[in-house]
């Protein structure tokens, strides 16, 4: 029989809801109305609430219970109410509605709070404010970590024993790395109350029974108040603890006698989390949390990433490094120079249709007249069977006062990135070369690797000419003739790689500041700062990012660190080339100003206006949620294979009688079912072979992809299209035939291929968070695949919505929506992949699509049964 994954059943979360106690129904009503409160403007709810260090004080004293009441916005309340919810029932079922009612509103608040305070204004002299339930969460999480220490001191992590009581430590550290705007002393400050309650050293400040008794009677509470937990009914455990005794095993006889003729009473302990690790991981309640926290993860991920464009998510943008100063240089850049320009633009014009070498002979002669340095370099790439080459031209010009130890280039392609000719950009590339006394895909490619000294000789020739370390770079994309409106800035790096955001800041405070030209972002010509034109310059970037090509001849230069960005005038508006000009020259002077290469800002961005960005510590722990999703999936499915055979199944198919086992702790015991305590051997060859195997498959579409000739690339793709959607029923069928998998083998391939996704996914993050976002996010499906034996219309269901997401698929579909060839787009991917070093294919091919095939072997997988079988065997 296939395991089935829980669903969601709306009558028990009802009942869970309806069931909770009364104190923790009215603190989750209370943290719930204080937010739709703090929605209006009329009263900021945030700022009479927080705990603000220094105003703390005999007036405002009760700061220091109602800080965890209000929260900055939706989610940050959403989380904390999901957090605290289910630790906050299970505190008032233990200890009553009135000693939690007494704490929660006392001491629980007011002594991390004047903690916090203390630590904040006497010994840091800060005053950062801080809001939210979050403290509450790590209080009873350090309490419930202190009792699951005293019964289970450890857990294992390899060959390493850790202290259960440091969970709630990691997870402070996990949240503060993690989560952006989090108070790590306010946490631990919570982490100190509850560890302090949990060894017992704070209990004193919880009230005596005999009082809240004499209350409970005087008031009738328990009469009065429906869902209030009375001292008398706080729950230790719903049955009762048994005494220690020296019996490993009892046999359950068939009339339900238990333990008759042992000379001990023995009563039946329900195991709850503070009992045996064996025993909790084998709960069937925690067992259907992880599909659900699963899903959870990815709705909060694509929420997380949803609300990046709103103000209090994102923010302005700002120049870190000092020493550019843009915009306080005076430009000198104009007059004469116009004209020279306008000669300048005549020759290029009458040199539009000629070859490579006439056009660098004619190119080399202008350069000499201006007094520069010339040279020449030739080069040759090879991909997808055709043959790239040409010869670039460049010239150095050396400070007259400086050293050569540092450089910076201007860039103009001789034809642009949509093969037209780039004649103002040229132009004014040999105008600033003159004022300042160099094909646009391969050639400035080709010129940086030889800069560098990683070129491949002798297709590559070595450059004659070298200036110092290169500092920075601009390219002039300027192929029209009439006067421009505004600049657009392409920044795209090669494999999602970035330029220092401050390089951007300075040409948008140059442009927009200092000559009054408007910029614009990720082709978002009419930008209004709504919330939607944000969310699209974003997604736009992450697809850009995401692709990881090369959007202009600046990516060559990213992958060296060396700062590059194109500049492209568009529209039609009053700007002529001198403003263009002058915009160059103050960002060169600008870059001249440095005394080190450019390292205070960031590198790891996404933009939503030319002004306004979110750095990676915002927009990270989406990618990475989604990335965990896999992981948590994986982890419950190897805990769930290690489970033995259903019990009841077993036993009644056998006829026997139940073996059972007293788990002895300290004076404490319990009676368990051996088979819930056992952990089934695992047979693992199969599962890793075949993830193993898909794994090695995803090197065939890479090298064939990468390798066949341009014009056979569309033909090829159709024919891997077609074989790759019957191929996973091919594999799934030869995997039943031979191999006759168990649904623990089925759990097996699926945990070893979402561990290797989760794995890689949340690596590629920090690299490329883009990519890792998007794949995770067309992967998230896999997560729940798995055998459907004798359902087919569910089969036929899932297998036609993983064909839809499948990475051929997605191709083919993007393709068409761009109106672009199939075989145009493999052949800029293996040019990317020859030329630029792109590493996308590997992620798609290697990545994606092996953990998409194991995804489709499982829909067509059949497991046998194991209990039918030992059946058999038994009888």
């Not at 110092?468 to 300027?478: K, N, P, R, S, T």
Request: net charge neutral; aromatic share 12%; charged share 15%.
């Amino acid at each position: 029989m296939a395991p089935s994954l829980p669903q969601f059943s709306a009558a028990r979360m009802r009942s869970y809801i309806f069931r909770l106690p009364l104190f923790t129904r009215s603190i989750v009503a209370v943290i719930i109305l204080l937010w739709v409160i703090s929605i209006q403007s009329v009263w900021n709810v945030q700022q009479w609430g927080a705990l603000i260090p220094d105003q703390i004080g005999l007036s405002s004293m009760y700061r220091t219970n109602t800080f965890p009441l209000v929260h900055v916005g939706f989610f940050h309340a959403f989380l904390n109410i999901l957090a605290l919810t289910p630790l906050l029932e299970r505190f008032e079922a233990e200890y009553g509605t009135l000693t939690t009612l007494a704490l929660f509103l006392g001491p629980l608040s007011t002594i991390p709070a004047l903690l916090y305070t203390f630590v904040e204004r006497g010994i840091l002299h800060m005053n950062t404010t801080v809001l939210g339930a979050s403290i509450w969460v790590f209080t009873l999480l350090a309490m419930e970590a202190v009792k699951t220490y005293k019964t289970n001191p450890y857990f294992s992590l390899g060959t390493t024993q850790v202290p259960t009581w440091t969970t709630p430590l990691v997870m402070v550290l996990f949240v503060s790395f993690l989560v952006p705007n989090t108070s790590f002393l306010g946490h631990m400050c919570g982490l100190a109350f509850g560890y302090g309650w949990g060894l017992g050293y704070l209990k004193f400040l919880a009230p005596p029974e005999w009082i809240l008794r004499w209350i409970e009677g005087k008031l009738n509470l328990l009469g009065r108040l429906p869902h209030y937990v009375s001292v008398d009914q706080k729950t230790y455990g719903r049955f009762g603890v048994l005494p220690t005794a020296n019996v490993s095993s009892v046999s359950l006889p068939t009339d339900g006698s238990i333990g008759m003729g042992l000379g001990l009473d023995i009563g039946i302990w329900d195991v709850n989390a503070h009992a045996s690790g064996s025993l909790l991981r084998r709960d069937p309640r925690l067992l259907k949390l992880p599909p659900y926290l699963s899903f959870l993860c990815i709705v909060i991920g694509v929420a997380w990433l949803l609300v990046l464009p709103l103000d209090n998510y994102s923010r302005k943008t700002y120049i870190s490094e000092n020493a550019l100063l843009p915009g306080q240089v005076h430009t000198y850049f104009a007059g004469s120079d116009q004209n020279i320009f306008g000669g300048y633009k005549r020759e290029v014009d009458a040199l539009g249709e000629k070859s490579n070498v006439e056009v660098n002979d004619k190119l080399e002669e202008f350069f000499r007249a201006s007094g520069l340095k010339v040279a020449r370099q030739k080069y040759e790439y090879k991909s997808a069977g055709e043959t790239y080459s040409g010869e670039n031209i460049y010239a150095i010009l050396h400070a007259p006062r400086g050293d050569a130890t540092e450089a910076i280039v201007l860039v103009g392609a001789w034809r642009n990135v949509d093969g037209v000719l780039n004649r103002n950009g040229v132009a004014l590339v040999l105008t600033l070369a003159r004022y300042f006394k160099t094909d646009s895909r391969a050639g400035p490619q080709a010129w940086v690797d030889a800069y560098h000294d990683t070129h491949q000789s002798p297709a590559i020739e070595s450059l004659p000419l070298k200036s110092g370390a290169l500092q920075g770079a601009v390219v002039i994309d300027y192929p029209f003739d009439h006067r421009f409106e505004s600049l657009h800035i392409v920044y795209d790096g090669i494999n999602g790689q970035l330029p220092n955001l401050d390089l951007l800041n300075t040409v948008v405070a140059i442009a927009s500041g200092q000559m009054g030209i408007g910029t614009s972002l990720q082709q978002m010509w009419q930008h209004t700062d709504s919330y939607k034109d944000r969310l699209q310059t974003m997604l736009r970037g992450m697809l850009n990012q995401g692709l990881g090509h090369a959007s202009g001849p600046h990516s060559s230069f990213i992958p060296y660190h060396v700062d590059a960005i194109t500049l492209q005038p568009y529209g039609e508006g009053w700007q002529d080339e001198m403003a263009m000009g002058r915009v160059i020259e103050s960002t060169f002077r600008s870059l001249n100003n440095l005394l080190e290469h450019l390292h205070q800002s960031f590198f790891f961005y996404l933009l939503m206006q030319a002004n306004r960005f979110v750095s990676i510590g915002t927009y990270l722990p989406s990618a990475m949620l989604v990335a965990v999703n896999f992981t948590i999936m994986a982890i419950f499915l190897w805990v769930k294979s290690g489970s033995p055979l259903d019990p009841s199944t077993k036993l009644a198919s056998a006829g026997g009688k139940p073996s059972l086992t007293i788990i002895k702790k300290g004076d404490a015991a319990a009676i368990a079912p051996k088979e819930i305590l056992g952990v089934r051997e695992r047979q693992l060859f199969m599962p890793l072979a075949v993830v193993a195997g898909s794994q090695f498959l995803g090197v065939l579409p890479l090298y064939l992809f990468n390798h066949t000739p341009g014009n056979f690339l569309s033909s090829i793709f159709s024919i891997f299209a077609i074989l790759n959607s019957v191929f996973p029923f091919i594999v799934s069928s030869a995997i039943v035939r031979y191999f006759r998998p168990t649904n623990q083998q089925y759990q097996l391939i699926k945990a070893f291929s979402l561990l290797l996704l989760g794995m890689f996914l949340s690596s590629l993050a920090t690299l490329n968070f883009s990519l890792a976002f998007l794949v995770g996010l067309l992967a998230a499906p896999l997560t729940y695949m798995q055998p459907f034996p004798g359902r087919p219309i569910s089969t036929a269901f899932l297998v036609l919505v993983l064909s839809l997401l499948a990475p051929t698929t997605v191709l083919f579909a993007g393709t068409y929506y761009w109106k672009l060839g199939v075989g145009e787009v493999l052949k800029e991917a293996a040019f990317g992949w020859d030329v630029w070093g792109m590493n996308t294919q590997v992620v798609v091919w290697c990545v994606w699509w092996p953990a998409w095939l194991v995804g489709m072997i499982l829909l067509f997988g059949k497991p046998r049964d194991e209990c039918k079988e030992e059946s058999k065997v038994v009888n």
